[in-house]
């Protein structure tokens, strides 16, 4: 089956610095990739839509500049979170569509940022 | 905006007893998807309906899809500790390109 990695699974990082998040497709290449943020006990919010070669498609109340996505190829996508905050405490966790398949997705194993 | 609303949010049941969870869009959808997240894990795929008024089964597991496109609900017969998790339903949404929308979630906890 179709395989989503996503590293790091946990970090834990100072107040004003920055922390990068990847996510890649290990055995398919994946046309769009989405970026959500969970917290405990709740659902899944989409935080922006990431199409390989193009820019990323922001939610709603999502600040661009502070989540930096980039989607360089077809099996990775990034996402940077800027000048962390506590209140950017949360579970990050990527997905992946891949073509023809009925946009079902593939999901990576999540990213526990803890910013102290 | 967009919204799938999800119900109940916390079920307990004894191990044998059945289980339901709903979904109601405030849109039509293009299609309903079921996820199944385990304490600590991701979200795992479990099934898509697409079609009006869809019936599948897995096992204990039945997916409905409404008339509508609108609503769904998922019912596992005679629980099992195995079942524990939180179960999400995600709407697509037409012209959105693979987006999803999810629902709050149901978690279920299943007492032996």
């Known amino acids: 089956g179709a395989v989503v990695s996503q590293h790091p699974s946990w970090v834990i990082c100072k107040s004003g610095t920055s922390v990068k998040i990847e996510c890649r497709s290990l055995?398919?290449?994946?046309?769009?990739m989405f970026w959500y943020r969970q917290f405990p006990k709740q659902s899944l919010m989409l935080m922006a839509t990431?199409?390989?070669?193009?820019?990323?498609?922001?939610e709603q109340g999502v600040e661009k500049d502070k989540f930096l996505i980039n989607h360089a190829s077809l099996t990775l996508s990034t996402l940077t979170v800027t000048s962390a905050h506590p209140e950017d405490s949360s579970f990050y966790i990527c997905?992946?569509?891949?073509?023809?398949?009925?946009?079902?997705?593939?999901f990576g194993s999540g990213t526990q940022l803890s910013v102290l | 905006g967009q919204q799938v609303m999800q119900i109940p949010q916390y079920q307990h049941v004894q191990e044998g007893e059945d289980f339901t969870t709903y979904c109601n869009s405030s849109?039509?959808?293009?299609?309903i998807q079921w996820y199944k997240q385990r304490p600590g894990g991701h979200p795992v795929f479990l099934i898509q309906?697409?079609?009006?008024?869809e019936v599948k089964k897995q096992k204990r597991l039945t997916f409905q899809f409404g008339e509508a496109k609108k609503n769904s609900s998922l019912h596992i017969t005679a629980t099992q500790t195995t079942d524990v998790g939180t179960y999400f339903c995600?709407?697509?949404?037409?012209?959105?390109?693979?987006?999803?929308?999810f629902g709050q979630g149901t978690e279920l906890s299943v007492k032996p």
């Open positions: 997905s992946a569509k891949r073509a023809r398949y009925n946009e079902k997705l593939f």
């Open positions: 055995d398919f290449q994946a046309t769009t």
């Open positions: 990431s199409n390989e070669g193009s820019k990323a498609t922001y």
């Open positions: 849109t039509t959808l293009s299609n």
């Open positions: 309906l697409v079609k009006s008024g």
């Open positions: 995600a709407g697509g949404i037409y012209n959105q390109g693979g987006k999803l929308i």
